[in-house]
């Protein structure tokens, strides 16, 4: 059974900088793409940021320069560096894993994150 763990959420003041893991099991990691979306509320879910297999980093205008997207497959783990974090960043926090056939899509349960002063 595959399973996605986010944390690292929390309050934070404009300006500053969280770092959010995603742990997954029961799946072969490292040759599976990996997004982190987020979803504030009264909003729909936009795209974040990706981590492919073969190590393509994309990110979602908006975060370019503030976040980084980062895997490390011997930790079946992937991170959201964010920085210079603006109250517009709130939202539930989630990563996204596609299994390598392209058929699967496994989701975590999210972790908050509230940028307030």
């Known amino acids: 059974q595959v399973r996605l763990v986010e944390s690292g959420g929390g309050l934070v003041q404009p300006g500053g900088a969280l770092n959010l893991p995603c742990t997954a099991s029961?799946?072969?990691?490292?040759?599976?793409?990996l997004d982190w979306y987020r979803q504030a509320p009264g909003k729909q879910r936009e795209w974040v940021a990706t981590?492919?297999?073969?190590?393509?980093?994309r990110y979602l205008d908006s975060v370019k320069g503030r976040f980084t997207i980062s895997r490390d497959n011997a930790k079946n783990t992937v991170y959201l560096q964010m920085n210079s974090l603006k109250p517009e960043d709130s939202a539930v926090y989630y990563c996204?894993?596609?299994?390598?056939?392209?058929?699967?899509?496994?989701w975590g349960q999210g972790t908050q994150v509230t940028v307030s002063p």
């Open positions: 996204k894993m596609t299994s390598f056939s392209k058929t699967h899509e496994y």
């Open positions: 981590a492919t297999s073969g190590t393509i980093t």
């Open positions: 029961g799946s072969i990691f490292r040759l599976n793409d």
